[in-house]
Nanobody, 126 residues
């Protein structure tokens, strides 16, 4: 299973980006997807998650109302729309999936995810 993340870039505060995570290889369609981020010198943190087939979403408090996670099951791709970006959103963003159902309330736990993509860098200037 391979995850290809893309869409990162450099924007000014208040700007927007759309991250994509394309899933390929040996996987079933019924996976949950999540986005995590890691800023320089900081630990990786949960950003957002979406269940299969997309009815349920979860966000960390700092991005609620600004970021939107979605998925296209036809395209085997998960997305993260980043709006009203702030300098503190600067980080490498990683996508991850799992084919095993995540316990309710635990989508923020990175240990539940089996496959990870490479990071895509988001830089927000003030």
């Amino acid at each position: 299973v391979q995850l290809q993340a893309s869409g990162g870039g450099s924007v000014q505060g208040g700007g927007s980006l759309r991250l994509s995570c394309e899933v390929s290889g040996r996987t079933y369609e019924s996976y949950a997807a999540g986005w995590f981020r890691q800023a320089p010198g900081k630990e990786r943190e949960f950003v957002a998650a979406i269940s299969w087939p997309g009815r349920n979403t979860d966000y960390t408090d700092s991005v609620k109302g600004r970021f939107t996670i979605s998925r296209s099951n036809d395209k085997n791709t998960a997305y993260l729309q980043l709006d009203n970006l702030k300098p503190e959103d600067t980080a490498n963003y990683y996508c991850a999936i799992t084919e095993i159902p995540i316990p309710a309330g635990s989508s923020h736990d990175a240990h539940h995810y089996d496959y990870w993509g490479q990071g895509t860098l988001v830089t927000v200037s003030s």
